[in-house]
């Protein structure tokens, strides 16, 4: 029984922008799910159902790269493009691609410390 009241109030809460939007939604006080977040069988279930949401979002994401390069590359290669958007889809291949490249340095630096650390 409790465990179908707190799918519901996290379906509520992850549908709407506001706990206070998602009481409503359910037509019950926002104090009521301000109480919902002291329980800790609760909150694991809420953080589980946002990470989920987040890892899908970021999978989506990481499918949309490639693409996303082609048509930029596409229109920094297109002579017949409009000048400014070639600035602009270079400027962004540029930026983009020196973020990634300061992660996977990151990260590269982070997996070296903790196998370091790990050897310890």
């Given at each position: 029984?409790?465990?179908?009241?707190?799918?519901?109030?996290?379906?509520?809460?992850?549908?709407?922008?506001?706990?206070?939007?998602a009481a409503e939604k359910l037509g019950i006080n926002?104090?009521?799910?301000?109480?919902?977040?002291?329980?800790?069988?609760?909150?694991?279930?809420?953080?589980?159902?946002?990470?989920?949401?987040?890892?899908?979002?970021?999978?989506?994401?990481?499918?949309?790269?490639?693409?996303?390069?082609s048509t930029l590359k596409a229109i920094v290669e297109?002579?017949?493009?409009?000048?400014?958007?070639?600035?602009?889809a270079a400027r962004s291949l540029l930026e983009y691609?020196?973020?990634?490249?300061?992660?996977?340095?990151?990260?590269?630096?982070?997996?070296?410390?903790?196998?370091?650390?790990?050897?310890?």
């Open positions: 029984m409790m465990e179908r009241r707190h799918e519901k109030v996290i379906s509520a809460l992850l549908s709407t922008n506001t706990r206070e939007e926002s104090r009521t799910i301000r109480r919902y977040f002291t329980d800790p069988e609760f909150l694991e279930r809420y953080n589980e159902a946002t990470k989920a949401i987040i890892v899908n979002s970021t999978q989506q994401i990481q499918k949309s790269l490639a693409p996303a390069i297109d002579e017949n493009t409009n000048v400014h958007a070639r600035v602009s691609g020196i973020r990634l490249t300061e992660i996977n340095d990151i990260g590269d630096r982070l997996d070296k410390l903790e196998e370091a650390m790990g050897e310890e």
